[in-house]
């Protein structure tokens, strides 16, 4: 069956050779989770993303002449239409690119507070939470960001015409694609989250139910919404049909997006975070993520530690990783907000005498009263893809609509889901959100601010060079997921596809627990940790979807990975 699908999917895309044909298949036959399979190489450009249908199309631009931004552009607009749960136009993220000349760079396209949100937009007279509303509906959506990102992406750094990058999605969307398991699975899984809204409905389930694998999903709704962003750029999404639908929608639906609030939507060029690590240098992403300065503070507290002897798996570092895990976090609880509000303590957070005292504290046991340090002078859908050209251009680049499938709302005739990103803000403060997360007043809702995210997509650099491009979803285990990837892969050597698959630990301070996968680590070692005192969750889950690129120094080979825990490929040129 998935043979079947995934010929039936390319084939229309482009007849590509037979040695790629195979790979490809090579990559999807072996779905299941196995310890490790060989990671893709390429003496060309490489695109790893979780949907197969997408890294083809990315991998196409690349064969084209292509730049990685070209290749990004097509893909994000491709996973908006294979890859729905968090693949979108209707929703933000950010990009980190390696631009070959020039500095590495950050577009940050996250999404912004409505002009008529704010502190007590989901507060009733009681000062309570009103129900979901930042989770679920009209209410829960911020402006989204992903196009005007995208086309700054292209006018920076792109070559191909603009149409030719948004032609694969539309087509995609226009004549369909063949539903694959993982797809059918996501949609199964969100089916009584899709069905709130009979817009949605009525486009991602069959008669009220899943698509089913081998199904063929058409978006003839989102072909138009794509024609218009093919037609005119930016002004296609923010302005015209596109932004006159979800604006009446809303007002009919006690939404408060506005045409000012679209008009008013502007990407940001920010400079990315550097810190070295050992003998590694880090660009990673800053504020309004707090997900590269948290990987920095964990990495940085173990600094001075001899990782490599201790062990991957070994419970002397998996207790270290963990409590430094949990300090960076409480600092994550306080002190970060969108820096065009707020000021974000970067340097106090990083300066090496704090890490060291932090790192200072950790004994044998596990602490559980954990605060956020003092600072001197301070009182569930997303999807990450990373693209290299064959000239060295690397684009990271995570997005998302928040929860799976987002605020659940598709706007008729709009055919895209909204996010549900304004739940990563304090919607009230000492409640935790979707994620559990404890957040502050800094990170509280004003008109035009961005919530505060995890999304990290991240570079290493050995050198001067590039030598590891990655990034995941999962709300705040993505921060986890980046830096135990970094440290398989840099420390314990492991090829970029056993990196990826590697059983992974998330803490995020609070609540106390570890959260561990099925199979993620001996019984023994286990033991060890309980009688320091540590607390795992009940019940195992896998999480995160690293989607990576790695030079592979021996072979002089660029690798990619595309995390085993899910059903996407890594296409080479
Ligand atoms: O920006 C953030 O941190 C979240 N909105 C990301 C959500 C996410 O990764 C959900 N994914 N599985």
Sequence with gaps: MYRSALIENIAPLRRFPVKIFMLLLSVWASLAFSATRTPVYSSKGLVASISPLASEVG??????????????????????????????????????????TGPDSFIDYRETAPAAAGPDFYLDEKGELKGDESKIGYRAAGIPGTVAGLVLLHKKWGKLPWASLVEPARKLAAEGFIVDAGLSESLTRSAAHLSAYPETAKIFLNKGKAWQRGDRLVQKDLATTLTAIQ????????????????????????????????????????????????????????????????????????????????????????????????????????WFGDPAFVQNPIAKLLDPAYLAKRRAEIGDKAAHDISPGELLGEKPDTTHFTVRDSRGMVISNT?????????????????????????????????????????????????????????????V?????????????????????????????????????????????????????????????????????????????????NFGDIEALAYDAENQRWTGASDSRNGGAVVPE
Excluded at 265 to 294: C, D, M, N, Q, Y
Excluded at 299 to 312: I, N, P, T, V
Excluded at 401 to 420: A, E, M, P, Q, R
Excluded at 465 to 478: F, R, W
């Design 59 to 100: 991998a196409e631009v690349l064969r084209k002449g292509g730049t990685a931004a070209d290749a990004a552009v097509a893909v994000a607009f491709a996973l908006s239409v294979t890859w729905p749960s968090a693949g979108n136009i209707g929703g933000g993220g950010f990009a980190l690119v390696h631009p070959i």
């Design 231 to 334: 037609k005119r750029g930016a002004d296609g999404f923010y302005k015209g049909q596109v932004a006159n639908l979800l604006v009446q929608d809303m007002k009919k639906k006690q939404g408060v997006l506005s045409h000012e609030d679209l008009l008013n939507f502007k990407a940001v060029e920010r400079e990315p975070l550097h810190k070295k690590w050992k003998e590694f240098e880090i660009v990673t992403a800053p504020p309004p993520s707090s997900g590269g300065t948290i990987l920095l503070e964990i990495l940085g507290m173990m600094q001075g530690d001899k990782l490599e002897a201790m062990g991957s798996g070994s419970a002397e570092y998996l207790h270290l990783l963990i409590e430094c895990t949990k300090k960076a976090f409480a600092d994550r609880s306080v």
């Design 399 to 459: 997005y998302t609509l928040n929860g799976s499938y987002g605020s659940g709302v598709v706007v008729k005739g709009t055919g895209f889901i909204l996010n549900n990103e304004m739940d990563d803000f304090t919607s009230k403060l000492g409640e935790s959100n979707m994620f559990g997360l404890q957040q502050g007043k800094r990170n509280q809702i004003a008109p035009g601010k961005r919530p505060l995210s995890s999304m990290s997509p991240t570079f």
């Design 461 to 541: 650099y050995q050198g001067k060079d590039i030598v590891l491009a990655l990034g995941a979803p999962g709300g705040p285990t993505i921060i986890n997921s980046v830096t135990q990837t970094i440290i398989n892969r840099l420390i314990f050597r492991m090829d970029i596809q056993g990196a990826a698959d590697a059983p992974r630990f998330h803490h995020q301070w609070a609540p106390d627990k570890i959260v561990w996968e099925p199979f993620g680590i001996t019984h023994d070692t286990r033991k060890i940790l309980e009688a320091k005192g540590h607390i795992f969750a009940d019940e195992p889950r």
